[in-house]
């Protein structure tokens, strides 16, 4: 099996790589790229297990995407389940690398929400589309998300005006809602038709 050879760097990817150099201290931003690479070096892993091949990566300000030979049955939900889940295996270590744990923990919470394109997103849409039939598939996975997206909204309200947290939990959670809006792939499952 060939390693893949294109992987490219997005220009938002270095802007926002400075940005937290700015305003983090380094020790910070070395556990967050730290915790990310180790994040889709597990996604990596699983898809080479499960026989297939990563095309391509692209690194942005939105994370990582990677495009991957067509998967089978079960094989893309592992996959996509992999990078925050492994990554959780990082979370014993918080003894002697406290930032590194920490930031494996946010990142995995965050990528397992039930909420596209995310990791936990992707996994709920391709176990739907193989069970149900696509009409189907897509108003569950709608109604999923409308309903995360909207406990998110609230939560990031009360964290705004109940906990004195300022606009960053309603900014956090707007941005997630325009990603959500943007995105809207099918997964990349070959058994179920879908591509």
């Known amino acids: 099996m060939r390693a893949f050879k294109d992987v490219e760097l997005m220009p938002g990817a270095l802007f926002l790589l400075a940005g937290m150099v700015l305003v983090l201290p380094l020790k910070w931003v070395a556990a967050i790229l730290m915790a990310g690479a180790f994040h889709e070096l597990c996604h990596i892993a699983a898809v080479r297990l499960c026989g297939g091949e990563v095309l391509s990566l692209q690194l942005g300000c939105h994370g990582a995407k990677m495009v991957t030979s067509p998967l089978t049955g079960w094989e893309e939900p592992l996959c996509a389940l992999a990078g925050p889940l492994g990554a959780l295996v990082l979370l014993p270590l918080a003894r002697f690398f ?14 397992l929400l039930p909420v596209y394109p995310l990791d936990g997103g992707r996994a709920l849409r391709c176990a739907s589309w193989h069970y ?14 409308t309903g995360c997206l909207t406990g998110l909204t609230a939560l990031g309200l009360l964290g705004t005006f109940r906990l004195g947290l300022g606009l960053f939990p309603v900014l956090a959670a707007g941005a997630l809602v325009i990603r959500v809006g943007r995105e809207n ?7 179920a038709g879908v591509k």
């Open 185 to 191: 792939n099918a997964c990349n499952v070959a058994a």
């Open 98 to 111: 406290p930032r590194l744990a920490l930031c494996a923990g946010l990142q995995s919470f965050y990528n």
């Open 132 to 145: 149900l039939p696509p009409a189907t598939a897509q108003r569950f996975c709608r109604l999923v998300e």
